[in-house]
């Protein structure tokens, strides 16, 4: 339950759990109770204490994207693809990115590459498909 989280991980904070998974979670939480400009210093931070953290700059790249902060969450997204290069979800996320940054080719390599690690993926679909639509009407 979000609602339960933000005070857990706060207390932890407050604590001087300055963990990243401890900062992490707290801003993980405030994205969920649509807390963005919290949640984006808590993952900020979060990344400041572990560098390595994949779920950290996941988390952060996804909250800028939401906050339209997209070349900075275009950063982010490419540092985890490049550290999971695995993983479908990041890749779709990154090509989401991109589509909004109007580089269209990257975009849809990204898109084509997310299939290929999971055919299912339903955001790499749809945005392909938005994708077509947007060059027709170029």
Do not use: I
């Not at 649509?34 to 988390?59: C, I, M, W």
């Amino acid at each position: 339950d979000p609602s339960e989280a933000v005070p857990f991980f706060k207390q932890a904070v407050a604590a001087r759990d300055n963990s990243s998974p401890a900062l992490n979670g707290l801003g993980a939480a405030l994205v969920s109770e649509g807390q963005f400009e919290p949640a984006t210093e808590f993952l900020k931070r979060a990344v400041q204490a572990d560098p390595d953290s994949v779920d950290a700059h996941f988390n952060l790249a996804s909250v800028l994207a939401q906050t339209g902060q997209f070349t900075d969450s275009a950063r982010e997204f490419s540092w985890v693809v490049s550290h999971r290069p695995q993983d479908a979800d990041a890749e779709a996320k990154l090509g989401t990115v991109l589509a909004e940054l109007k580089d269209y080719d990257t975009a849809e390599t990204h898109f084509r590459h997310a299939l290929v690690l999971d055919p299912h993926n339903q955001l790499a679909q749809e945005s392909l498909k938005l994708l077509e639509q947007v060059r027709r009407q170029r």
